[in-house]
């Protein structure tokens, strides 16, 4: 075992960052046999509701037209919006240059229909494999939902689980944050429940839940929470963790994973571009932790005013593990700022990031652009270690990265190969 010498150390580093491969443990990707679902190419690319937002606010162009142009057409007039007539610096925007460029296309080019005529020679398994291997990632994690009907028949004839590399997390948002739908839906789906909360409704939402991680083989329960979410409060959300989504975690031996601080549809007319990030009570995430220490949650918040709080709070609860930089965060100079002080607070036992990706490609550039950063932050910390004289080897290297980005999820799960 040598010692990576301090002149190699940052390079070395950076090596590994950006090679180590990832388990990415919340996407909205899909495998190929999901069909439709799984979204990629060019125009998927172009209409990423990122790039929708920055788009309007170049143009007067109404809404509802908008929403009336095929997907080309829209994807025409975002690249001509953000790219041909501004430069794309914003991190949405920055992040499609680098596809392109990793994807071997000519970036000098700006043509947009070689791009889209390059990739329509693929096929989508093709185009699976190759993003799997530039990017380096190994595991994905989708999200997944029962009451969507795309999504549903792909599981009930079995055809979910077809390709291990993808691993399923089971939604439960339309429970938690719409339990009037969702008793429609339950009904539906052949569960005996009713709006009120009776012992027979608790009961048939917890069988609901169990046979559908079983049948996913989901890895944990996941839910986006209003940043005004409560716990414990005498409302409906409390019921449903106490009474249906805490029991059934711990039967099936699974994390909770709460995704907390989303305004839905601010703007409603900009559709999934429209939502926006608000602050939220830690003192949430700490109650579950504290009343249910054999339970694991996994937590990420949206606001950047509550990143320091729930960092603090991991130090104090090892049943609470934070990952990801989300959304509106998942930009570099958050990245940067987070994972600073994400490793001086608690080293490298937290999950530095998710890609959060929606189309396939770009897990290219949400993962080069923060495995560069988080390189960068730890080879600081080497060389500060290296000045006191505590060398490391490659092999640690190697292990610390290991850790960030693909063990400390299996580990927290109880699945540490
Ligand atoms: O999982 C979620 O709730 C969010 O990540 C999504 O709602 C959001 O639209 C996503 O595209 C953000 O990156
Ligand atoms: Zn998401």
């Given at each position: 075992?040598?010692?990576?010498s301090?002149?190699?150390?940052r390079?070395?580093?950076?090596?590994?960052?950006?090679?180590?491969?990832?388990?990415?443990?919340?996407?909205?990707?899909?495998?190929?046999?999901?069909?439709?679902?799984?979204?990629?190419g060019?125009d998927?690319?172009?209409?990423?509701?990122?790039?929708?937002?920055?788009?309007?606010?170049w143009?007067?162009?109404e809404?509802?037209?908008?929403?009336?142009?095929?997907?080309?057409?829209?994807?025409?007039?975002?690249?001509?919006?953000?790219?041909?007539d501004?430069?794309?610096?914003?991190?949405?925007?920055?992040?499609?240059?680098?596809?392109?460029k990793?994807?071997?296309?000519?970036?000098?080019?700006?043509?947009?229909?070689?791009?889209r005529?390059?990739?329509s020679?693929?096929?989508?398994h093709?185009?699976?494999?190759?993003?799997?291997?530039?990017?380096?990632?190994?595991?994905?994690?989708?999200?997944?939902?029962?009451?969507?009907?795309?999504?549903?028949?792909?599981?009930?004839?079995?055809?979910?689980?077809?390709?291990?590399?993808?691993?399923?997390?089971?939604?439960?948002?339309t429970?938690?944050?719409?339990?009037?739908?969702?008793?429609?839906?339950?009904?539906?789906?052949g569960?005996?429940?009713?709006?009120e909360?009776?012992?027979?409704?608790?009961?048939e939402?917890r069988?609901?839940?169990?046979?559908?991680?079983?049948?996913?083989?989901?890895?944990?329960?996941?839910?986006?929470?209003?940043?005004?979410?409560?716990?414990?409060?005498?409302?409906?959300?409390?019921?449903?963790?106490?009474?249906?989504?805490?029991?059934v975690?711990?039967?099936?031996?699974?994390?909770?994973?709460?995704?907390?601080?989303?305004?839905?549809?601010?703007?409603?007319?900009?559709?999934?571009?429209g939502?926006?990030?608000?602050?939220?009570?830690?003192?949430?995430?700490?109650?579950?932790?504290?009343?249910y220490?054999e339970?694991?949650f996994?937590?990420?918040?949206?606001?950047?005013e509550n990143q320091?709080?729930?960092?603090?709070?991991?130090?104090?609860?090892?049943?609470l593990?934070?990952?990801?930089?989300?959304?509106?965060?998942?930009i570099?100079?958050?990245v940067?700022?987070?994972?600073?002080?994400?490793?001086?607070?608690l080293?490298?036992s937290?999950?530095?990031?998710?890609?959060?990706?929606?189309?396939?490609?770009?897990?290219?550039?949400?993962?080069?652009?923060?495995?560069?950063?988080?390189?960068?932050?730890?080879?600081?910390?080497?060389?500060?270690?290296?000045?006191?004289?505590?060398?490391?080897?490659?092999?640690?290297i190697?292990?610390?990265?290991?850790?960030?980005?693909?063990?400390?999820f299996?580990?927290?799960?109880?699945?540490?190969?």
């Amino acid at each position: 075992q040598t010692v990576v010498s301090l002149a190699d150390l940052r390079q070395t580093v950076e090596r590994l960052a950006l090679s180590m491969p990832v388990t990415d443990m919340h996407t909205h990707l899909y495998a190929p046999e999901f069909g439709e679902m799984l979204l990629w190419g060019i125009d998927d690319l172009l209409t990423y509701h990122y790039l929708i937002s920055e788009s309007f606010r170049w143009s007067e162009e109404e809404y509802s037209h908008f929403w009336t142009m095929s997907k080309r057409e829209q994807a025409d007039w975002i690249w001509k919006l953000l790219f041909l007539d501004h430069s794309p610096v914003s991190e949405a925007a920055s992040g499609f240059i680098t596809i392109l460029k990793r994807l071997g296309l000519d970036v000098s080019s700006r043509n947009l229909d070689d791009y889209r005529q390059a990739l329509s020679k693929r096929t989508v398994h093709e185009q699976v494999d190759t993003v799997m291997q530039i990017a380096g990632i190994e595991k994905i994690v989708m999200t997944n939902d029962p009451f969507d009907p795309v999504e549903r028949p792909v599981w009930l004839s079995g055809n979910g689980k077809t390709d291990s590399r993808f691993y399923a997390a089971l939604r439960v948002d339309t429970l938690l944050n719409d339990w009037h739908h969702a008793v429609n839906e339950l009904q539906n789906l052949g569960y005996d429940v009713q709006a009120e909360w009776t012992e027979r409704t608790r009961e048939e939402t917890r069988r609901f839940l169990a046979e559908w991680i079983i049948r996913m083989d989901a890895l944990y329960l996941a839910v986006s929470m209003p940043g005004d979410f409560k716990y414990p409060a005498d409302d409906h959300r409390s019921k449903m963790i106490d009474d249906v989504m805490i029991p059934v975690c711990q039967e099936q031996d699974i994390p909770f994973a709460l995704m907390i601080g989303v305004r839905r549809k601010v703007n409603p007319s900009l559709g999934l571009a429209g939502d926006m990030s608000m602050q939220s009570d830690v003192s949430a995430v700490e109650a579950l932790c504290r009343r249910y220490p054999e339970q694991k949650f996994l937590i990420t918040m949206l606001a950047r005013e509550n990143q320091h709080e729930l960092t603090v709070l991991a130090r104090k609860f090892r049943n609470l593990m934070i990952f990801g930089c989300w959304w509106f965060l998942h930009i570099e100079s958050m990245v940067e700022e987070m994972t600073r002080f994400r490793l001086e607070l608690l080293g490298t036992s937290m999950i530095p990031q998710h890609s959060d990706c929606r189309v396939f490609e770009q897990l290219i550039y949400k993962w080069e652009h923060s495995r560069r950063i988080i390189g960068n932050v730890l080879a600081d910390k080497y060389e500060k270690l290296h000045q006191s004289g505590w060398n490391v080897t490659e092999e640690e290297i190697k292990r610390d990265l290991d850790d960030m980005l693909n063990r400390n999820f299996w580990r927290f799960l109880g699945k540490g190969q």
